[in-house]
């Protein structure tokens, strides 16, 4: 068990009125080549992600249950708005307004993921 003082990476704060909403879904292969670049504290159970490779970028939600663990993903996007919407999320606000804004459906945090279809 980690403590809160042992802990690295940082925790996500709580939503605030003004936050957007992003749209998760199932993993799917679309950049051969990707690494993640920063991530939230594993401490918690719900643990964010900033994948970049190729010049684009997504976030990736890891829900740890117990057994199997549940991942959802945003859809592609420019590094410079995965960035922004990275530093969003870690506040929990909207990107700043000169802050380059993303193609998707804006969900916070510990929203539902969207079922396919």
Known sequence: ??????CLSPHLTMAQRDHYRLEWRQPYLTLERVRPVTWTCFCRATVYELY???GRAFLRRTVQLDGSPETRETSL???SKARAIWTALLSG???SPNAPRASVEYASPTAMPRTST
């Open 93 to 95: 606000r909207k990107p």
């Open 52 to 54: 970049e490779g190729g």
């Open 1 to 6: 068990m980690i403590t809160p003082d042992e």
């Open 77 to 79: 996007m420019s590094i």
